[in-house]
């Protein structure tokens, strides 16, 4: 009797080798793009109570509604949640170990986040993101450095067509009175909202503003602009992160209706958008969040942040047109002898700084040969049993009309180093 194969969860995928590659190469980017900014590296659970995402994401999200994989742990009856996102573990964190007491942080991860949507290009169940978390400051110019070194990292990876859209949600209190203006406007109009808006009227009506549906852009192009009902400190703030934009020289669009999707954010929101991905267009959003940290029980701290969709990055990032990554050398061995040397040589030539590919499993030494060609790598270091014996091991170039030579287990090292300068042309 067959038995059905067992495939990956849907929307949560494989990151094979080849691809994988690419990822680390962009890690690497990111890590040193980040700490150029004095950003340092968090690292918080995939699982948490499922009460810090509905006190810190908000009840009535989509998030929290209908997203979360949240499930009750049979040996306590606790109800945890696998993250959907980032910023609500990373200020946990920050309170239950006291990290702000010697003053501001800077912090940033990389990791998974899980939301249960409708698969497509660029929106997975399980998706990737690196993030940047800036704690215990409280001016505009943090918000600004914010946009500023994602602009840098646009530049760096030579991405075209990053486009900032930039809006102010005010305090809560002027949120809460635009909130009653905004729900008199679509109540005067509720027989032209979709089902969804018309369930978001009741619950949250600023992400009707958020809405896709083009058969209600009309109508949500004429509601009343949140920018209209801040005061005059929450505008100071807002004018204080343009006008440093401006200086740089940034390009920026104003976007009245950007309300961002989680209950946490105040005064300055944004997201980078592009055409490129189709549907999935925002690459990176985020903004400020100074009520979270007393929302989920610690002491009033201000506080803003962005997070890019690593999947979405990747994207927009031109795939390499070279091979996956060679090693220096691959060791052909063969024989009981030989096999055992060969470790031996292996090792030294990684203590050299080397990359090695030791061939296991056997084979003739053509066999071999035929997958040290595969490889890539400059360079078989061949050992059988009379190299074994002798304490020696023969060289053969693999990218270079060479002829084969023979050398002492000490001097392997500094042979593939001359050969592979030589081919560097140095």
Not at 74 to 102: C, D, F, Q, W
Not at 377 to 394: F, K, L, Q, T, Y
């Amino acid at each position: 009797m067959s038995q059905t194969t067992i495939q990956a969860v849907r929307g949560m995928n494989d990151i094979l080798p080849d691809e994988a590659e690419r990822w680390e190469a962009l890690e690497d980017t990111l890590r040193s793009w980040l700490q150029g900014y004095g950003y340092r590296n968090i690292r918080t659970p995939l699982i948490e109570h499922t009460g810090l995402f509905r006190r810190a994401i908000g009840e009535a999200t989509d998030i929290v509604e209908k997203e979360m994989y949240s499930f009750v742990d049979e040996l306590n009856g606790e109800s945890l949640t696998l993250r959907p996102e980032a910023t609500a573990s990373t200020v946990r964190a920050a309170i239950e170990h006291n990290l702000t007491y010697g003053g501001p942080q800077r912090l940033y991860y990389f990791g998974p986040m899980f939301r249960h949507e409708r698969p497509q290009k660029g929106r997975y169940r399980q998706f990737h993101q690196v993030g940047a978390e800036a704690l215990g400051l409280s001016g505009p110019d943090i918000d600004a450095e914010m946009l500023l070194m994602c602009a840098r990292l646009w530049g760096d990876l030579n991405l075209e067509g990053m486009r900032l859209e930039l809006n102010s949600l005010g305090s809560a209190e002027e949120r809460a009175i635009y909130r009653g203006a905004l729900v008199d406007y679509l109540r005067a109009h509720e027989s032209s909202l979709d089902g969804d808006s018309r369930r978001r009227l009741n619950t949250n009506p600023l992400r009707v503003l958020d809405s896709k549906n083009p058969a209600i852009q009309d109508l949500i192009e004429t509601a009343p602009r949140l920018l209209d009902y801040l005061g005059a400190a929450s505008l100071e703030h807002f004018e204080g992160v343009q006008s440093i934009l401006r200086d740089a020289g940034l390009r920026y669009r104003i976007n009245a209706r950007l309300v961002r999707g989680l209950d946490y954010y105040n005064l300055t929101v944004f997201e980078w958008v592009t055409d490129r991905l189709g549907a999935q267009g925002t690459v990176c959003a985020g903004g400020r969040y100074d009520g979270l940290f007393a929302q989920i029980g610690g002491r009033a701290m201000p506080a803003c942040g962005w997070a890019i969709g690593i999947e979405r990055l990747l994207g927009l990032l031109e795939r390499p047109s070279g091979a996956a990554a060679r090693p220096d050398a691959y060791l052909v061995n063969q024989g009981a002898e030989a096999a055992r040397f060969a470790f031996r040589v292996a090792e030294a030539l990684r203590d050299r700084g080397f990359s090695v590919l030791h061939h296991c499993g056997g084979g003739s030494f053509k066999s071999q040969m035929k997958k040290a060609d595969q490889s890539g790598a400059m360079v078989a270091v061949i050992v059988g049993d009379d190299e074994a014996r002798a304490g020696e091991a023969s060289i053969k170039p693999l990218r270079a009309a060479r002829e084969q030579f023979r050398v002492a287990k000490d001097a392997i090292a500094d042979a593939i180093a001359a050969l592979l300068y030589e081919d560097q042309g140095e």
